[in-house]
Nanobody, 119 residues
Framework: QLQASGGGLVQAGGSLRLSCAASGRMFSNYAIAWFRQAPGKEREGVSCISNTGGSIYYADSVKGRFTISRDNAKNTVYLQMNSLKPEDTAVYYC??????????????WGQGTQVTVSS
């Protein structure tokens, strides 16, 4: 199971850190990704990290502002979001799978956490 947390309301230019906590002993075998879905829009890949952390990808819209990391000892992946913009407002989901990609090719999905950025 995946549990996303850390969302909230923040002003433009602010920061939030999302966490994706996983249960189970096989966490380190999985790539983890963050997706988001804004109202009226399709879900999009934001960032992903391979099981070892050796491969990391970002959507162009968040490059230079968001940082993904993982702590396999804690079964947790983080998404540090800086310089937030109103267009970052969305429900953010984490997902786990065996392929590190920004496409929706993940086997396990957590519930979302709402991020709202006010202007």
């Amino acid at each position: 199971q995946l549990q996303a947390s850390g969302g909230g309301l923040v002003q433009a230019g602010g920061s939030l850190r999302l966490s994706c906590a996983a249960s189970g002993r096989m966490f380190s075998n999985y790539a983890i990704a963050w997706f988001r879905q804004a109202p009226g829009k399709e879900r999009e890949g934001v960032s992903c990290i391979s099981n070892t952390g050796g491969s990391i990808y970002y959507a162009d819209s968040v490059k230079g502002r968001f940082t993904i990391s993982r702590d396999n000892a804690k079964n947790t992946v983080y998404l540090q979001m800086n310089s937030l913009k109103p267009e970052d407002t969305a429900v953010y989901y984490c997902a786990a799978g065996h392929i590190v990609t920004l496409l929706e090719m993940y086997e396990y999905w957590g519930q979302g956490t709402q991020v709202t950025v006010s202007s």
